[in-house]
C-alpha cells in the first residue's frame, strides 16, 4: 500500500528527497509521516503531516532541516532532508493513518499502515 524511495549514500551537508507512494484509494483522508531506523537502535518517530495538510509535526531533531509535504493529486507523501549529518544515517519509513492527527501520529502502535524502508546513508 505504501512504497518509500529515494535513498541513498550522501555526504553530510547535502540534501536528498524521500517520496512515498501509496494506492489508498482515499489517500486524502489519511495524515502520513515518516520514522527511522539507525542501527542498534528502536525505529523512532521523524515527522508527520495532517489529512489536510494544514498541519505538521516533526521531531526535535530534524526540525528546521527536514519539510515533510503531500501530494494528494499524485498519492504520495515527501521528506525534504537538507543539511543532512551522519546521525542521519537510518532505514527511513512512510506510515498512513486515517483516524489521527499530525501530533498523534508519532505513536507508531496501531497504525494502519507501513511502508518498506528507503536506506539513507550520510558519511561524515
Known amino acids: 500500500q505504501l512504497q518509500a524511495s529515494g535513498g541513498g549514500l550522501v555526504q553530510a551537508g547535502d540534501s536528498l528527497r524521500l517520496s512515498c507512494a501509496a494506492s489508498?484509494?482515499?489517500?486524502?483522508?489519511?495524515?502520513l509521516a515518516w520514522f527511522r531506523q539507525a542501527p542498534g537502535k528502536e525505529r523512532g518517530f521523524v515527522a508527520a503531516?495532517?489529512?489536510?495538510?494544514?498541519?505538521?509535526y516533526y521531531a526535535d531533531s530534524v526540525k528546521g532541516r527536514f519539510t515533510i509535504s503531500r501530494d494528494n493529486a499524485k498519492n504520495t507523501v515527501y521528506l525534504q532532508m537538507n543539511s543532512l549529518k551522519p546521525e542521519d544515517t537510518a532505514v527511513y519509513y512512510c506510515a498512513a493513518d486515517r483516524a489521527r492527527t499530525a501530533q498523534t501520529m508519532i505513536q507508531q502502535k496501531g497504525m494502519d499502515y507501513w511502508g518498506k524502508g528507503t536506506q539513507v546513508t550520510v558519511s561524515s
Open positions: 503531516i495532517s489529512w489536510s495538510a494544514g498541519s505538521t
Open positions: 489508498l484509494r482515499t489517500f486524502n483522508r489519511y495524515s
